[in-house]
C-alpha cells in the first residue's frame, strides 16, 4: 500500500442516516487513506450504498460529518467521481456511449459550452481505457452488463478526480469485466488516487484491495485488510454461519 | 402571424382561416412532442394525462371570475389548476403510503370531475356566450383565431429555449438522477421544471385538442421518434416535427369533416405510432421478427447440414426421412434445411437420397469447426488477451472476437489437446 498522506480521501464521523423513521447508520465512523482501493464490505442491508450516498450528500444525514479530501462535502464535491448502482438507469435511454462518458466532462466544461476538441481527446482516452473505443456510438441499451459497467467507469473516468466512489460496480459483471477494472482502478491507485468500493466478494478483497471498512449499520472495523479483514471481524458483520476462508482466494484472472 | 398565415394561404389550398388553424396546430404539435418527451423518457406520461385533466376545473374557474372568454385568462386558469394538480400528485406521492399511479389516478379523476361539475354549472347558468367551453373536453380546432396562435407562439417559444438552453442538464438529469445530483445539479427542481413545462405543452394544445385525450398528444410523437432514433438530441426535433404533422393533419381534417379535433388527432397519431412500432428498421416489431426469423433458419440450415455430414460419414447417403430420424430433427426442418442447403448448391439429390457435394462437406466442416471453437472459447477464453471489451458471439466466433483473438485460441486448443 501506498503509505497514507496526512490528508485523508474520505473521513466520516459519527455519521447517522435514517430513511423515515427507519435507521440505516448509527454513528459510523470510518475513514479512507489517500492513494489507498479501500473496500466496504457488509452484508445486505448493513448500508453500505446509504454511507456513500450520505458522504457525498446524495441522501441527508441525521447526523454526523463528512470530510472528502480535508474538506467539507458541499465544496468538495467536484473532487469526487461517483458511479452509481448500474440498475439506477434506464438502460433504454436515447443516449450513445460517448455522449454518457461526455457526461463526465460537464462540471469542467460547464453546463452551457462547447464540448471542445480537447475535451474530446479525453473522452477518447477513456473510452480507450476501459476498451469502450470501438462501441462509442452504440446506444447504451445494445450493451451487455459489463460493457455498460466499463462505460459508467470511463464515465467516472473522464470526471478526472481525486477520489473515485463505486457503489456495487462488479454486481452482474462478467469475471473479464471485473478483472480489467479491477486492474485499471489499481492503476489509478498507483497513480495517486483514491478509490473507494462498495463491494461483496470478499476473495477480491483480500487479494487486490489495500483498506478495507466492515459495516454492519455501524463500523465493525476500518483499517488495512490484513488486521481487519479478520475471521472474528467477519463473524460480527455477517453472523456466525459466515465461515469465511482466511487464505486468499487465487485471483481468477491472474 | 397574419403575414405568414397570408404566406401559407397563397402557397397552399387553404383558406385564411384554415391556415391559421394549421399554424396554431402546429405549433401545439411542436410543443407537445418535444415537453411530452421529458414526461415519457422520465417514465412520467400518465402524470400528462392527470395534469390536461387538471387543467379543465382551471379553466371554468378562471370563466366564472372572469365572466369572459378571453383566451389568456382562460389559459392562466388552466396553468394554475395544472400547477396545483402537479404538487398534490407530488404530495401525495410523497406523504402517504398510496403508489404513484394511485395518486395519479385520484388526482386526474378528482380535478375532472369537478371540471364537469363546473362546466355543467356555467352552461346552465350562463346565456349563449358562454356555450363552446366544453370544446375544451374533445378540443376543437376551427375556433382557433389570430391572438390564440400569438400566445401559443410565445408559449411554444419560450418553453423550447429553456429545453434548448439547458439540454445537457436535462439529458444528464432524466438518464441519471444521482450522477447528476452527484454533479451539483438541483435534481428536485430540474424535475419541477420538466412537470412546468409539460403543463404549457397541455395548456397550449388544451383548447385545440381536450383535456381527455391530450395525453396521446404527449405520447405518440416520442414513440415514433424513439423507433428511428437512438440519441436525445435528435429525438427531441423528430418529436416535434411528428407532433407538427400529426397536429396539422388532424386539425385540417377534422374542421372539414366537423368532427371534434381531438379524437381525430389521436387518431392520426395513434396511426403514425403503430406503424413505426411494427416497421421502423432496426427497432420495429416486423423487422426484429424478420430477423429473428432469418437466423433461426440460419441456424436450422447449418445444423441439417451438420447431420448429413455425419450421417455420410457413418454410411450411403441418406434419404431425408432417414436425416430426419438420424438427427431427431422434424421432418419439416430437415425439408427446409435441404431446400436451403441445394438452393446454395451444397447438395445435390440421388434417387430420393440426398447427397452432400464437396462444397457442402467444406460447409459442413467449417460450421463444425466454428462449433468446435465456441467450446474451445468457454473452456480457454478467459486466457485470451482482448483488445477491448468485445463479447464473443456464438454465432460467429470470428466476427465479434477478431481474427487475432481466434488464432490465439486455436493455439490454446492445441496446447491443451495435445
Not at chain 1, 467521481?81 to 450513445?96: G, I, K, L, N, S
Not at chain 1, 488516487?193 to 465493525?220: A, K, M, P, Q, Y
Not at chain 2, 438427427?327 to 435441404?338: E, M, N
Request: glycine share 10%.
Amino acid at each position: 500500500m501506498t503509505p497514507a498522506n496526512d490528508v485523508l480521501a474520505l473521513e466520516i464521523d459519527h455519521l447517522t442516516v435514517s430513511y423515515r423513521d427507519r435507521p440505516v447508520l448509527w454513528d459510523v465512523d470510518a475513514h479512507f487513506p489517500a492513494g489507498a482501493l479501500s473496500a466496504i464490505v457488509g452484508p445486505n442491508g448493513s448500508g453500505k450504498s446509504t454511507l456513500l450516498k450520505a458522504a457525498l450528500g446524495l441522501v441527508p444525514a441525521d447526523a454526523g460529518r463528512v470530510a472528502i479530501l480535508g474538506g467539507s462535502s458541499g465544496s468538495a464535491r467536484s473532487k469526487v467521481a461517483y458511479v452509481p448502482q448500474r440498475d439506477a438507469v434506464d438502460w433504454d435511454f436515447p443516449v450513445t456511449v460517448r455522449e454518457v462518458v461526455e457526461m463526465g466532462r460537464y462540471r469542467s466544461v460547464g453546463w452551457f459550452r462547447r464540448v471542445g476538441r480537447s475535451q474530446r481527446a479525453i473522452v477518447d482516452d477513456c473510452l480507450e481505457r476501459v476498451g469502450m473505443a470501438p462501441f462509442a456510438g452504440r446506444q447504451i441499451g445494445q450493451l451487455s452488463g459489463g460493457q455498460r459497467q466499463r462505460v459508467f467507469i470511463a464515465r467516472a473516468l473522464a470526471q478526472q478526480t481525486e477520489l473515485l466512489v463505486l457503489d456495487e460496480p462488479f454486481a452482474g459483471v462478467d469475471a473479464r469485466t471485473e478483472h480489467a477494472i479491477l486492474g485499471l482502478l489499481g492503476e489509478l491507485r498507483d497513480h495517486g488516487r483514491s478509490i473507494v468500493i462498495v463491494h461483496h466478494d470478499l476473495g477480491t478483497v483480500r487479494s487486490t484491495f489495500d483498506w478495507v471498512l466492515v459495516l454492519n449499520v455501524r463500523t465493525v472495523a476500518c483499517g488495512p485488510i490484513a488486521e481487519t479483514l479478520t475471521p472474528e471481524n467477519l463473524r460480527r458483520a455477517y453472523g456466525s454461519d459466515a465461515v469465511v476462508a482466511e487464505e486468499p482466494e487465487p485471483a481468477p484472472w491472474g | 402571424m397574419g403575414v405568414i398565415a397570408e404566406q401559407l394561404s397563397a402557397t397552399f389550398p387553404l383558406t385564411y382561416s384554415e391556415a391559421i388553424v394549421a399554424m396554431g396546430a402546429a405549433i401545439l404539435g411542436i410543443a407537445a412532442g418535444m415537453l411530452g418527451a421529458l414526461a415519457v423518457l422520465q417514465g412520467r406520461s400518465l402524470v400528462g394525462d392527470a395534469l390536461a385533466h387538471s387543467a379543465l376545473p382551471g379553466v371554468a374557474v378562471a370563466f366564472i371570475v372572469t365572466g369572459a372568454k378571453d383566451p389568456a385568462s382562460l389559459l392562466a386558469g388552466a396553468i394554475l389548476a395544472g400547477i396545483v394538480g402537479a404538487f398534490m400528485i407530488v404530495g401525495i406521492e410523497r406523504t402517504s403510503r398510496i403508489r404513484p399511479d394511485a395518486a395519479i389516478g385520484v388526482v386526474l379523476s378528482s380535478f375532472f370531475a369537478l371540471g364537469i361539475v363546473l362546466l355543467t354549472y356555467i352552461s346552465n347558468t350562463g346565456g349563449a356566450q358562454q356555450a363552446g367551453l366544453d370544446t375544451y373536453l374533445f378540443g376543437q380546432a376551427a375556433g382557433i383565431v389570430e391572438r390564440d396562435v400569438e400566445i401559443m407562439a410565445v408559449m411554444a417559444g419560450g418553453a423550447a429555449l429553456v429545453v434548448v438552453a439547458f439540454f445537457r442538464i436535462f439529458k444528464t438529469v432524466l438518464f441519471d438522477r444521482s450522477f447528476a445530483s452527484s454533479l451539483g445539479v438541483p435534481v428536485k427542481i430540474v424535475e419541477l421544471a420538466t412537470t412546468a413545462l409539460l403543463v404549457v405543452a397541455i395548456v397550449i394544445g388544451l383548447r385545440t385538442v381536450g383535456a381527455i385525450l391530450m395525453v396521446a398528444m404527449l405520447i405518440t410523437p416520442t414513440v415514433v421518434a424513439r423507433q428511428f432514433t437512438n440519441r436525445l438530441v435528435w429525438l427531441l426535433p423528430v418529436a416535434a416535427l411528428v407532433g407538427a404533422t400529426v397536429g396539422i393533419t388532424g386539425a385540417l381534417a377534422s374542421s372539414q369533416a366537423e368532427v371534434p379535433t381531438g379524437p381525430v388527432i389521436v387518431l392520426v397519431g395513434v396511426s403514425l405510432a403503430v406503424l413505426a412500432i411494427l416497421f421502423a428498421p432496426g427497432r420495429g416489431v416486423a423487422w426484429r421478427a424478420a430477423t429473428l426469423a432469418r437466423a433461426r433458419r440460419r441456424e436450422n440450415t447449418s445444423g441439417v447440414l451438420v447431420a448429413l455430414e455425419t450421417a455420410m460419414h457413418h454410411g450411403a447417403p441418406p434419404t431425408p426421412r432417414e436425416l430426419a430420424l438420424a438427427s431427431g430433427r422434424s421432418a419439416r426442418s430437415v425439408r427446409r434445411g435441404l431446400r436451403d442447403l441445394s438452393r446454395a448448391g451444397l447438395v445435390q439429390r440421388d434417387e430420393g437420397r440426398v447427397i452432400l457435394n464437396e462444397r457442402g462437406a467444406a460447409a459442413a466442416h467449417a460450421a463444425l469447426e466454428s462449433r468446435r471453437l465456441w467450446s474451445a472459447w468457454l473452456e480457454h477464453g478467459w486466457r485470451l488477451d482482448l483488445p477491448d471489451a468485445r463479447e464473443a458471439d456464438p454465432r460467429d466466433l470470428r466476427a465479434s472476437l477478431g481474427d487475432d483473438a481466434v488464432d490465439q485460441l486455436v493455439v490454446l486448443e492445441r496446447e491443451a489437446t495435445a
